[in-house]
Structure formats: structure tokens, C-alpha cells
T-cell receptor, first 112, second 113 residues
Framework: DAGVIQSPRHEVTEMGQEVTLRCKPISGHNSLFWYRQTMMRGLELLIYFNNNVPIDDSGMPEDRFSAKMPNASFSTLKIQPSEPRDSAVYFC??????????FGPGTRLTVT | AQTVTQSQPEMSVQEAETVTLSCTYDTSESDYYLFWYKQPPSRQMILVIRQEAYKQQNATENRFSVNFQKAAKSFSLKISDSQLGDAAMYFCAYKVSARQLTFGSGTQLTVLP
């Protein structure tokens, strides 16, 4: 199994630009999670999906963030417009209910 | 709200020795899951071990074992025969049903040669 796949692994962009992060969960998993990790705030859940349906997006910082899961094998997290404070490592994780989550390698986002 | 507390921001252990990382949590649920994840410098979050709350027996995975005290809401991780590759940030995490993981703040483990 290839595990959770995230792309890109690194993204450097200028303030105001749109950023799209991508995730392919493990085949057969029915839950998908987006996390953000920073030194100041640690690991924060942004949003999670069960069977492609968003269940809890209360962690999404503001309207600049949006996430979609059009099918069971793909999800995107979009930031528009990006700001320097969005700089962080973004993780995608998937699981098969009710078991443990498996994380992707993360995307390191730098907004200048 | 559920909270997970890791009171040791940093720990160190001599290679081949044993170290225990502490974790406590707060919940009103009776059925839940607890996990330890490891994050080495590569940033990859790696599952180390899982414990179901309904199981009295402590989980074990090779050199890693837990001491699960449900009444005390305590879930410590013991690493035996520590190796240099065990050096990482270790996160304790809690989950109820299909909900998201709640993570502790992490313990940075250094393994001394």
C-alpha cells in the first residue's frame, strides 16, 4: 500500500496567492482529516470528512480556507488569499472507522 | 471537551536504557481509543501503538508498551532498549468513535549514545 499521498511536499508562495494542497487517502479508508502543525499551536484539526461528507469544519481558521472531497480517493485544501501566518506544515490523514489514522508526509507551506 | 496533557516537554535516555513518557487525558466517555504517534525530524507522523479503552490488557508492540490506567485516565508509553532511531517527538492522542484525534503537546525524546 502506498500510504497517504500528499502533494506538493513543499510550497513557497507570495502573500495573496491561491494555494491548493492535495491528498490521496489510503484505498478503502472512509475518513479523511486535514491538520495544520505550527510551533506555536501544535497540531490542529482543520476539517474532517466521513464518506466524502464534511463532518466538522470548526477548525478551519476563516473563510480563506476551504476543503473539498469530490470522491473517495481525492481531497483538496485551498487557501485563497494566502497570508504569511498560514505558513505551517499541513497534514492529511485517513482512517477506516473506528481505527487509527494514518498520516501523509505533510506539505510544508511558506507564504512570504 | 476532551483534553490530552503531556507534562514532559523534553526527555532524554541513554541508548539501550528504558524510558517512560507520560500522558493524561480528560474525558467523560467510557469507550474511546488512545494512541502514541512518533514524529521524527522527517516530520512524518508514525503510529507507534494503539489501546482500546475497553481492553484491560496493556498494548505491546515489540520494544514499545503502554501502561493504561483507565480510572486514573493515564496512558504512559514505555520504550525499552532505546535506540538512536527512537529519537523523535512523541504525541499522545485520544479519539472517540469516528471523531478526530485530540493530541497532546508532545514530548521531545533525545537518545544519548
Amino acid at each position: 500500500d502506498a500510504g497517504v499521498i500528499q502533494s506538493p511536499r513543499h510550497e513557497v508562495t507570495e502573500m495573496g496567492q491561491e494555494v491548493t494542497l492535495r491528498c490521496k487517502p489510503i484505498s478503502g479508508h472512509n475518513s479523511l482529516f486535514w491538520y495544520r502543525q505550527t510551533m506555536m499551536r501544535g497540531l490542529e484539526l482543520l476539517i474532517y470528512f466521513n464518506n466524502n461528507v464534511p463532518i466538522d469544519d470548526s477548525g478551519m481558521p476563516e473563510d480563506r480556507f476551504s476543503a473539498k472531497m469530490p470522491n473517495a480517493s481525492f481531497s483538496t485544501l485551498k487557501i485563497q488569499p494566502s497570508e504569511p501566518r498560514d505558513s505551517a506544515v499541513y497534514f492529511c490523514a485517513s482512517s477506516l472507522f473506528p481505527y487509527e489514522q494514518y498520516f501523509g508526509p505533510g506539505t510544508r507551506l511558506t507564504v512570504t | 471537551a476532551q483534553t490530552v496533557t503531556q507534562s514532559q516537554p523534553e526527555m532524554s535516555v541513554q541508548e539501550a536504557e528504558t524510558v517512560t513518557l507520560s500522558c493524561t487525558y480528560d474525558t467523560s466517555e467510557s469507550d474511546y481509543y488512545l494512541f502514541w504517534y512518533k514524529q521524527p525530524p522527517s516530520r512524518q507522523m508514525i503510529l507507534v501503538i494503539r489501546q482500546e479503552a475497553y481492553k484491560q490488557q496493556n498494548a505491546t508492540e515489540n520494544r514499545f508498551s503502554v501502561n493504561f490506567q483507565k480510572a486514573a485516565k493515564s496512558f504512559s508509553l514505555k520504550i525499552s532498549d532505546s535506540q538512536l532511531g527512537d529519537a523523535a517527538m512523541y504525541f499522545c492522542a485520544y479519539k472517540v468513535s469516528a471523531r478526530q484525534l485530540t493530541f497532546g503537546s508532545g514530548t521531545q525524546l533525545t537518545v544519548l549514545p
